[in-house]
């Protein structure tokens, strides 16, 4: 029997650094091969559009899909479905959202573990929405971040943000007034804004000093968040599929510009693993699109943590996994 798993039963099962442990033991099956990741499959429509993914992890046995609406006007909405793979039961759907905003942070948290970084950490944010929330949780639950600056077009929303999570987190958050300040004299700089144009907001130029980029907000091919100098200028450039390179209009630009040879481009998978490691000085990119593995890495523990209060039997699911 599936169970239905809305926004209020999801929010709070799960902490960031639980969700950053599940997205590395889905890696780790990645990278041995036991896993499928489609891209995405995009439908436009008059005044909308549907985004689709699946992936199936057959080391833990399950698969999964997550569909996601724009309505203009309206905003985004998210559903995950969860499946056992061994005989195509439907176990449960999920609320999207929370595992979106959870596992897009999470994902930078997985990087950030392998990006050394000593002492301090001052973080710059372009952006104030759910995944600039959760993108500034996960980089404090794997360094020792003292101070970030963050930018959005919207004063209220980034003055709002710097309260918020000044409270949430302990650390001094202070709103700035553009992306070149935010972005300028930071070890760590996330780009998770809601920019939707051809023109970068953010610039190569500006990032002499940072360690780590996680550039999350565009997963578009038409519009592009970074310039090409940001991967330029990196050492590394990370991605955590390799369809980011056709989806995100931030590397397709790189590539166009030859600012992204091959030589220098490595899977997430690949770094969790060791089989790439992060240099230990200079810049690391990280690019994400999101999989839906990273979905379904989540919606499986939050099935196994709460499918059993809808009075739904999941132990030899959990033995599975065990």
């Not at 409270?167 to 996330?190: F, P, T, Y």
Request: aromatic fraction near 6%; charged fraction near 20%; charge should be neutral.
């Amino acid at each position: 029997m599936a169970v239905t798993l809305g926004y209020s039963a999801l929010n709070s099962a799960l902490t960031m650094c639980e969700a950053i442990d599940l997205l590395e033991q889905a890696l780790t099956h990645e990278a041995a091969g036991k896993t499928m990741v489609s891209p995405k499959y995009v439908t436009e429509f008059d005044g909308g559009s549907m985004r689709v993914l699946v992936a199936a992890d057959h080391a833990a046995g399950y698969f999964a899909t997550k569909a996601y609406h724009i309505i203009q006007g309206a905003g985004v909405r998210y559903v995950v479905t969860l499946y056992r793979l061994s005989d195509g039961e439907l176990l449960a759907m999920l609320d999207g959202q929370i595992i979106t905003d959870l596992r897009t942070g999470a994902a930078s948290g997985v990087i950030a573990r392998r990006v050394k970084i000593d002492g301090a950490v001052s973080v710059g944010i372009l952006g104030s929405g759910n995944q600039a929330h959760t993108q500034l949780e996960s980089i404090a639950a794997v360094y020792n971040v003292e101070s970030a600056d963050v930018y959005s077009p919207t004063v209220q929303n980034r003055e709002a943000y710097a309260r918020d999570m000044s409270a949430k987190l302990g650390i001094k958050v202070k709103a700035v007034s553009s992306a070149e300040q935010a972005a300028r004299g930071h070890q760590v700089v996330i780009a998770a804004s809601s920019a939707r144009g051809s023109e970068p907001i953010l610039r190569g130029a500006w990032l002499g000093e940072c360690r780590l980029l996680c550039a999350v907000g565009n997963t578009r091919a038409q519009f592009a968040e970074a310039d090409a100098d940001s991967f330029r200028n990196a050492r590394l450039v990370v991605v955590d599929s390799w369809h980011a390179i056709e989806e995100a209009g931030d590397l397709r630009q790189a590539v166009a510009a030859g600012a992204l040879p091959e030589a220098k481009r490595a899977s997430l998978a690949q770094i969790v693993t060791g089989a790439v490691t992060a240099p230990d000085s200079g810049l690391v990119a990280f690019k994400s699109v999101g999989t839906a593995l990273q979905d379904l890495a989540l919606a499986v523990r939050y099935y196994q943590l709460l499918a059993k209060t809808a009075g739904v039997p999941v132990a030899d699911d959990l033995a599975r996994l065990r």
